[in-house]
């Protein structure tokens, strides 16, 4: 990519960034905070990402999708001008979609404009702090999901008793429904956000570590393959409404992948460390 382009890309990543900030918040809270505020920001940062997609065409003389930094760019500018135009036909009630759509183009645009190489690290000191942070925010998140999945195994063992009508006295112990469902919300709400602040960070660490030679790695991959089945829950989770079983069978398959995950990661760290 150009350096001009690079430039206005990382400034449409900055731009989504606000968007990010607006998901998190709404997440947590589970109400719009400040939607308009940051649909602006999108608004402009898909303009700066289009003048960064036109002049990279321009400069390269091809259609500006021909490698992986180009490609991400290319997909990401074409979710957000979708997502606009669809806020254009539906106004604020396409808001709901923002809670997938803002982190998604955050995070592929974010990576697009990871292209040029830049200095190494200061110091070994914050190379090892920045790794730490990583691993303890990905811990976190993985044992908030734990709490969401063992409390969507106790809501999908006593609405099945509830409905047979036999409730062992064993079971009286438990919480009811809707406190182990405003459990399963609160947990992969503060789950989705650790493992989202380790994601941005493992990029970060990869970029500055390896350049661009950490594309295509299978275990980062998978990284991102989780995150987007988190994403993807926690959007029908608090967008589109989805309670009770749905939501706890959603949990027990994102449980699944953050375990592959965590599989797939069990001899990397030692091998980054190092």
């Known amino acids: 990519m150009g350096e001009s382009s690079i430039l206005w890309l990382r400034v449409a990543a900055c731009l989504y960034f606000l968007g990010l900030i607006d998901a998190i918040v709404t997440i947590l809270r589970r109400h719009e905070s400040f939607f308009r505020v940051a649909a602006g920001a999108f608004s402009l940062g898909a303009m700066f990402q289009l003048v960064s997609v036109v002049e990279q065409g321009l400069t390269v003389h091809h259609f500006p999708a021909t490698d992986y930094f180009e490609s991400l760019s290319f997909c990401a500018l074409v979710v957000a001008v979708t997502f606009l135009a669809i806020r254009w036909r539906y106004h604020d009630e396409a808001a709901s979609l923002s809670v997938f759509i803002f982190p998604l183009v955050f995070l592929m645009t974010f990576m697009a404009a990871l292209r040029s190489p830049i200095t190494t690290w200061s110091s070994e000191t914050v190379r090892g702090t920045w790794l730490i942070i990583h691993i303890v925010a990905e811990l976190l998140g993985y044992a908030a999901l734990l709490f969401t999945s063992i409390g969507s195994v106790l809501y ?60 295509g790695n299978s275990s980062i991959t998978l990284s991102f393959v989780t995150w987007g089945v988190y994403l993807a829950l926690v959007f029908f989770r608090v967008s589109a409404g989805w309670r009770g079983r749905k939501a706890a069978i959603l949990s027990l398959v994102a449980l699944a992948f953050c375990a592959i995950t965590w599989a797939a990661h069990a001899g990397l760290q030692n091998r980054l460390i190092q």
Do not use: N
Not at 162 to 182: A, E, F, H, N, Q
Not at 189 to 201: D, K, P, Q
């Open 156 to 215: 999908l063992i006593q609405e099945r008793q509830l409905k047979r009508k036999m409730i062992p006295s064993v079971y009286r112990m438990l919480p009811p429904l809707g406190t182990l469902d405003d459990l399963i919300l609160k947990s992969l709400s503060a789950g989705f956000v650790f493992i989202t602040i380790g994601v941005i960070i493992a990029i970060v660490w990869a970029f500055i570590e390896h350049g661009t030679s950490w594309i």
